[in-house]
């Protein structure tokens, strides 16, 4: 069965499979386990990716023992099993479970958005009306541009947490991350929605350790088991509901998340029914029955587990227990780069190319006002036949996702026309939605700007440019 999932003969299996097959990733852990399992003469059980020769990866599982022969040659006997498809129905209902959490947060999310927005506008109105009729109001002008920029910075939070929500598994792989951080991402994401139900606090523990894990699927984790615990709130007073999230060290290597709320608890003879797929407590409509399910792979991937204390009137805890990151993997902050102001342009020409209108405009007026001569084009067609012209570029800013002629293509064909002023592209992006534009996105030569931004960002993005 190896043999036939890795597309060898039995006689290459030895140095084809560790050498060769075995996908680059999983090479170091594979041979890691190989040699423990050699020392110990243990049975092993593990999963892996492998590389066929046509260059599709296979997921498989393999349950066995390494042993050696008398003339000292190392081989594995037992069983093997082709598991890319659970694999691939794991990863399915993963999204899937996130996208029905998303949805129902999103008028919630929708509504933190639109709070601040709201008194941004308000205070922009005011601002013109106050230095229409008090020109020299400059201490009522700086209050507020003050409330107008803590608005945006809390439109840059919660649009930051929803697209770390949404991200898709392979998009990031483990990281040292801190659980209080984690845990503050997903109490922003739910808070619209639960603070209707019930009281939300956090209380970290100083000495929480870090975790390795992918941090988008561990927000994931705890935002379902807060809403979880929110629906299993009795209908009384908001303040009398009461959901808690705590951190803190369990063991010297362990760290614990808590999620603990006041609601209707959970039946003994229930709790063991809890993860398993499809089985819910929740009315029709509210949820699938994979919930917790698809939380409990997430945690056992990480080396984790969830355990569930409850009673019947007094509530429920949830912990996750994870181990705590090594030391080998926490590496140091880099040290803090001393930024000056970006310069200013000195009559250089700049393109600007955008199908949003309001924004097109700010783009060009800020660069204008910065020593810039700028032109613009409101689609990719027309910025691409004025970045063709002769005209000289001293730098294009473009948005990524534009309709006809988006930002790949644009990119694309400008390298075929002229590689150095393709390398002058400075991409804006509000998140990319394509498979074309992630691509372009993850490309090391290319120049990008994640919305919001500031003038100071454009402006250095633009010096840093080799012309």
Partial sequence: MLARALGVTAAEIPTSVWRDRVHPDDRAAMAELVGIALAHR??????????????????LQIKGQVDVTPDGRAYVFGSTADITERK?????????DRLIAAGTLAAGVAHEINNP?????????????????????????????????DGIERIRTVVADVRRFARKDDEEDLVVVDPRAV?????RIVSADVRHRATLTAEYADDTPNVLANDARL??????????????MPERAVDANRIVIRTRRRWPGEVVIEVEDNGAGIPQDVVPQLFDPFFTTKPIGLGTGLGLSVCQGIVAALGGRIDVSSALGRGSVFSVV????DAAHVTPPP???IVAAAPNGSGERVLVIDDEPVLRRILASSLSSSGYVVDEASNGRAGLDLATSRTAYRAIVCDV???????????????EHDPSLAARIVFISGGAVTPRARELLQRPEVHVLHKPFELDDLLGAIERITV
Avoid at 42 to 59: K, L, M, Q
Avoid at 119 to 146: N, Q
Avoid at 322 to 325: E, S, V, Y
């Fill in 42 to 59: 243990a049975p092993f059980d593990t999963e892996f990716r492998i590389v066929r020769p046509s260059g599709e990866p296979t997921w």
């Fill in 88 to 96: 691939q129905m794991e990863s399915r209902l993963r999204l899937a």
């Fill in 117 to 149: 927005l709201t008194y941004v506008l308000g205070s922009i109105h005011l601002m013109r009306r106050r230095l229409a009729s008090h020109p020299g109001a400059r201490t009522a002008v700086d209050e507020l541009l003050t409330q107008m920029l």
């Fill in 183 to 187: 845990c503050a991402s997903a109490i």
């Fill in 219 to 232: 927000v994931q984790v705890i935002v379902n088991l807060i809403v979880n615990a929110s629906q299993a």
């Fill in 322 to 325: 994870l181990p705590a990151a």
């Fill in 335 to 337: 040290p803090v780069p």
């Fill in 401 to 415: 996702m534009m309709p006809d002629v988006d930002g790949a293509t644009l990119y694309e064909q400008l390298v």
